[in-house]
């Protein structure tokens, strides 16, 4: 998504740097010490749903058979109270969590991590069972912009509120938010929760609700950006000259840097690529000792399945001939190919060879596949596994 909105593809506008006044979280401002207080400035922020509130919600669903399962207990019992707060700011924390908690928090967030609160009470758990087995919270995600969150185990912790007047809570947990993810605090940003319903012995029903959150402004601090500087003519010209440069360029300097950035792979494989070259020249030779044979494709099988197959990834197959014919059609270009070295390379020596050995050299002793095939038969024949021989 950075790279599409950075390019402007599909539609995304090209993000502009900022001109006028930009928000950020002031960790220093305070906040106050009770719950009601808390939720009527905008820290906390609620969603409520009762039984009639989904009931109905799942009518409306385009699935019939959630419809006819509605939840038995009365219309105005609680499905869920859910309640988010932005607890990254130091003094939310303290309020909310009291001063021990908000302090192990603290050391807990790494260097631009942010953390949430989610409290809740009802029918309805925002936590689920899934996160046991598999680590991840199903049923909730944090959305800002085009950034969407879920929360893993790792990024997880229980907590209990310390705010006065907290109205009674089954669930409290804190989610981190990675510095990585580009999460803003300053920004807008809604959690979504999944309500899900049974409909077959396999088969569920799923409806979003959104819990919308804007911190507070009390908790913001508005930065000027720096002023415009107008580039002297010389340094705007050369601006428009790079701003100018054809896209083949800028391929040629991406693959360019590619290769310079694996000029150990490539001294490898061509090393490789030399050495079988002279066995291949040299096989009368070489072949006088079954040994010395042996050794030697042992020792290059492997190499070729670690190497070439399971490090570099450097696996030819019919995806790169496609690659090749839809290229002969559309208009045939060189950089396509050359952002890969390995195979890049890899194609050219075994058109060579074809030209001496036929297939031999890749099938035999190149395809990191083939390698895998025969090393592991080999195995299987030390191992007494039967061989069944084809006529």
Request: net charge negative.
């Amino acid at each position: 998504m950075k790279v599409a909105r950075s390019l402007g593809l599909g539609g995304l506008a090209i993000e502009a740097a900022p001109t006028g006044p930009v928000a950020t979280m002031d960790p220093d401002a305070p906040a106050a010490g009770d719950w009601p207080t808390l939720e009527g400035d905008g820290t906390l922020r609620r969603l409520s749903l009762d039984v009639a509130d989904v009931n109905a919600d799942f009518a409306a669903h385009a699935d019939t058979r959630a419809a006819s399962r509605p939840l038995p207990d009365a219309p105005e019992t609680r499905f869920i109270d859910l309640y988010m707060a932005l607890v990254s700011q130091p003094n939310i924390a303290r309020s909310l969590l009291g001063e021990n908690q908000a302090t192990n928090l603290q050391e807990w967030l790494g260097e631009g991590d942010h953390a949430i609160l989610l409290a809740a009470s009802g029918l309805y758990s925002f936590k689920g069972s899934g996160y046991v087995r598999g680590g991840i919270f199903d049923r909730v995600v944090l959305i800002q912009d085009d950034v969407s969150i879920r929360f893993h185990d790792r990024d997880h912790r229980r907590a209990t509120v310390a705010a006065a007047d907290a109205p009674p809570l089954t669930e409290m947990d804190l989610f981190r938010i990675p510095a990585d993810s580009g999460f803003d605090p300053a920004k807008p940003f809604r959690l979504q929760l999944l309500v899900q319903r049974e409909v077959a012995a396999i088969e569920k029903a799923f409806l979003t609700y959104d819990l919308a959150y804007e911190l507070p402004e009390q908790y913001l601090t508005i930065v000027a950006p720096p002023p415009a500087v107008e580039p002297a003519p010389d340094v705007a010209t050369a601006a428009v000259d790079d701003l100018n440069r054809t896209e083949s360029e800028a391929q040629a300097a991406l693959w360019k840097r590619i290769w310079e950035g694996k000029r150990i792979e490539i001294a490898a494989l061509l090393t490789m690529l030399f050495a079988l070259t002279i066995a291949f020249f040299g096989q009368e030779w070489l072949s006088r000792s079954e040994r010395a044979v042996s050794w030697f494709r042992t020792g290059f099988l492997l190499l070729t399945l670690v190497y070439l197959g399971w490090y570099a990834n450097a696996q030819l197959s019919v995806v790169n001939l496609m690659a090749l014919a839809h290229s002969l059609v559309d208009g045939f270009t060189w950089q396509a190919f050359l952002l890969d070295p390995l195979t890049f390379i890899l194609w050219f020596s075994v058109a060579a060879a074809l030209i001496f050995w036929g297939r031999g050299a890749f099938c035999g002793w190149l395809c990191p596949f083939g390698a895998l095939q025969e090393l592991t038969n080999r195995v299987a024949r030390k191992l007494r596994v039967p061989q069944v021989q084809v006529p």
